[in-house]
Nanobody, 116 residues
Framework: VQLVESGGGLVQPGGSLRLSCTAS????????MSWYRQAPGKGRELVAA????????NYADSVKGRFTISRDDAKKTVYLQMGSLKPEDTAVYYC??????????WGQGTQVTVSS
C-alpha cells in the first residue's frame, strides 16, 4: 500500500489549497479514506473522512464549512479542498487508510502553512 500526498504549500490567511492523495496497492474504491493533520507540538487529529462511494462524510468541527473532502475512484485519489484558511490550520496533513486486515497506512504528509 502506498499513499502519496501533494498540494501543500504556503498560503495567506483566507486563501485556499487543494490537497491530493493518490493511492496504490489496494482496491481504493472499497475503503474509507481520511485526512489527518498534525500541528507543531500537538497530536495528530482527524480532519475529514469519506466512506467508500462517498456515502458518508465527516468533518472535524474546526473545519466544517471551510473544507471539503471528495474522492475519484477512477483516479484512486482522495482530495481535501481547503478554503478560508486560518493560521491555526498550519500543520502537516496526512492521508490515512485501514485495509481489510485492519492494517493502518499513512502517507508521508504534506506541509500546509498559513501565514501572511
Amino acid at each position: 500500500v502506498q499513499l502519496v500526498e501533494s498540494g501543500g504549500g504556503l498560503v495567506q490567511p483566507g486563501g485556499s489549497l487543494r490537497l491530493s492523495c493518490t493511492a496504490s496497492g489496494f482496491t481504493f474504491s472499497s475503503y474509507a479514506m481520511s485526512w489527518y493533520r498534525q500541528a507543531p507540538g500537538k497530536g495528530r487529529e482527524l480532519v475529514a473522512a469519506i466512506t467508500s462511494a462517498g456515502g458518508t462524510i465527516n468533518y472535524a468541527d474546526s473545519v466544517k464549512g471551510r473544507f471539503t473532502i471528495s474522492r475519484d475512484d477512477a483516479k484512486k485519489t482522495v482530495y481535501l479542498q481547503m478554503g478560508s484558511l486560518k493560521p491555526e490550520d498550519t500543520a502537516v496533513y496526512y492521508c490515512y487508510v485501514v485495509d481489510g486486515f485492519r492494517r493502518a497506512y499513512w502517507g508521508q504528509g504534506t506541509q500546509v502553512t498559513v501565514s501572511s
